[in-house]
């Protein structure tokens, strides 16, 4: 990327955050920031799909929905995500509210907690991803190279870079990623639509060498996985395919924590957890605990498939 060097004139506010640094984070500055503009005019050509459990959490969804109506017409689902992650309209409909919203948010966690014990821990026991499955890309925990508190909820971050340095062999640095996205978008946390269209530009795809495609699926389970990626191998030798996988936060229920999956073993499922504190490679989470916090996020997986 040598190339992009010759772009000084962008590198200002980078140089001020970093001075002294690699070079080669100029470089990632200048590439990162024309990604990003190519990502404003790309359409959302995500495909979504329902997995096979979705119509289980459909029924839980469509019950919360009503206990909102029921209890105020001005609620809605974003007033039961952790408080810090509300837009500030929200916040404050929140805090008139905060025991209302404390019962509904009870009661979603009860009607996920029966799904799990009736059906998904003995569905998911009997499923299995295999070594193979998915592609393995290095390991980012959040916040390398960005020393700010922040980097609590750059989850998503860790796990764009990981998809990234699979992909393209660009392993890009945390503090590139989040200044650049506060500069340009506002926030270092961004809608997972963004980090999607950012993998599908001119750019990214240059890199790779590759046709970049996302399915976003919820109700998912192992079998569903393996079904998709069984499909896209067979169609192409040299395919690639990552899964992001939401969970449920150690810090709150009402927290989404994403890691890349990579397989199962009898016991465990296996993840690159890029959680700050405790998150490690190849990091086994216990199987009725995957399946728990899984299901909190409504068993939701994003793949990347490279073709």
Known sequence: MSEFLAETEQLTEFEAVYPGVDPSLYEQAVFFQRALAEAESQPDTTRY?????????????????????????????????????????????CL????????????????????????????????????????????????????????????????????????????LNEGVVAEKLITHRGSHVVDDTEYQKLLR????????GKKVSIIDVMGADFSTINQISSVVRNRCLDAQVYAIASLTSTAGRDIWHACLLLNTTETDVICHDPQKLMGRACSPIPRTEFTQRWAGALNRVQLVIAT
């Open 49 to 93: 799909r329902e997995g096979s459990v979705f119509g289980e959490f459909r029924e839980i969804l469509n019950a919360v929905n009503a206990k909102l109506e029921e209890t105020d017409a001005t609620l809605t689902p974003e007033h039961l995500i952790a408080f810090n992650y509300m837009s500030d309209e929200a916040q404050d409909v």
């Open 96 to 171: 008139s509210n905060t025991q209302d919203i404390n019962v509904i948010k009870e009661f979603r966690f009860e009607q996920i907690d029966k799904l799990v014990d009736d059906s998904l821990l003995e569905r998911l026991s009997k499923q299995n991803i295999a070594e193979g499955t998915l592609d393995i890309p290095p390991y980012c925990k959040q916040g390398d190279g960005w020393d700010d508190a922040r980097v609590q909820r750059g989850c998503m971050n860790a796990c764009f870079r990981m998809v990234t340095a699979g992909l393209t062999g660009l392993e």
């Open 201 to 208: 530009t001119d750019s990214f795809q240059a890199l790779s």
